[in-house]
């Protein structure tokens, strides 16, 4: 398995933006899939964002399309989520998650999560 340290998450206002990490290590990174789920209280973990070992496919949740982006570097062994336009619907406790092999966005194929990071957006 891969072990995933995500930072970045804190208090931000509503329509400002904050750029999450997730450093890997162990098993070579460039062999997963990389994905961003987040959990508000009371709810289920959802997908945000998903992207393949190579950067070439990438998946985003409705909710998100056209505010996230999902990058990595694999020299780096870090996966990025860029949010921008932030909403206060956005708080919760955001999560990076890796996947041997294919893309996905369901949450159950991720065997390796991070400890998550907590997003709180004000209005």
């Known amino acids: 398995q891969v072990q995933l340290v995500e930072s970045g998450g804190g208090l931000v206002q509503a329509g400002g933006s904050l750029r999450l990490s997730c450093a890997a290590s162990?098993?070579?990174?460039?062999?997963?899939?990389m994905g961003w789920f987040r959990q508000a209280p009371g709810k289920e973990r959802q997908f945000v964002a998903a992207?393949?070992?190579?950067?070439?496919?990438?998946y985003y949740a409705d909710s998100v399309k056209g505010r996230f982006t999902i990058s990595r570097d694999n020299a780096k062994k870090t996966v990025y989520l860029q949010m921008n336009s932030l909403k206060p619907e956005d708080t919760a406790v955001y999560y990076c998650?890796?996947?041997?092999?294919?893309?996905?966005?369901?949450?159950?194929?991720?065997?390796?999560w991070g400890q998550g990071t907590q997003i709180t957006v004000s209005s």
């Open positions: 998650a890796a996947k041997y092999g294919s893309t996905s966005d369901a949450p159950q194929s991720f065997g390796s």
């Open positions: 992207i393949s070992w190579s950067g070439a496919t990438i």
């Open positions: 162990g098993r070579p990174f460039s062999s997963y899939a």
